[in-house]
Nanobody, 126 residues
């Protein structure tokens, strides 16, 4: 499965961006799709994810209340609406997916995601 991420850019603190991730095939009727990010010198970290079968979502504590993950079923697309952006949100954002319906305890673990997009850069700076 190919994942195409888009929507990154340069914004000022407090502004918003919306990332999109489109999947090439409809394999996610029971799967999970989400976002991870990696800043220079840091390890990749979980941001948000959505379980396709029931719409369950999970967020990293650092983005809870500011970021919202959503989906468009006919388009096989997941969105990440990022509001009130902070300089520490600067990173390369990666879309990830698996055809498995991940249990709650596995949603935040990158090892369970089998397909990855190319990454889109988000820079938050004044």
């Amino acid at each position: 499965v190919q994942l195409q991420a888009s929507g990154g850019g340069l914004v000022q603190p407090g502004e918003s961006l919306r990332l999109s991730c489109a999947a090439s095939t409809r394999t996610f009727s029971s799967g999970t799709m989400g976002w991870f990010r990696q800043s220079p010198g840091k390890e990749r970290e979980f941001v948000a994810t959505l379980r396709w079968s029931d719409g369950a979502t999970a967020y990293a504590d650092s983005v809870k209340g500011r970021f919202t993950i959503s989906r468009d079923n006919p388009k096989n697309t997941v969105y990440l609406q990022m509001n009130s952006l902070l300089p520490e949100d600067t990173a390369v954002y990666y879309c990830a997916a698996t055809s498995r319906r991940l249990i709650t305890s596995s949603l935040r673990d990158s090892r369970f995601y089998t397909d990855w997009g190319q990454g889109t850069h988000v820079t938050v700076s004044s």
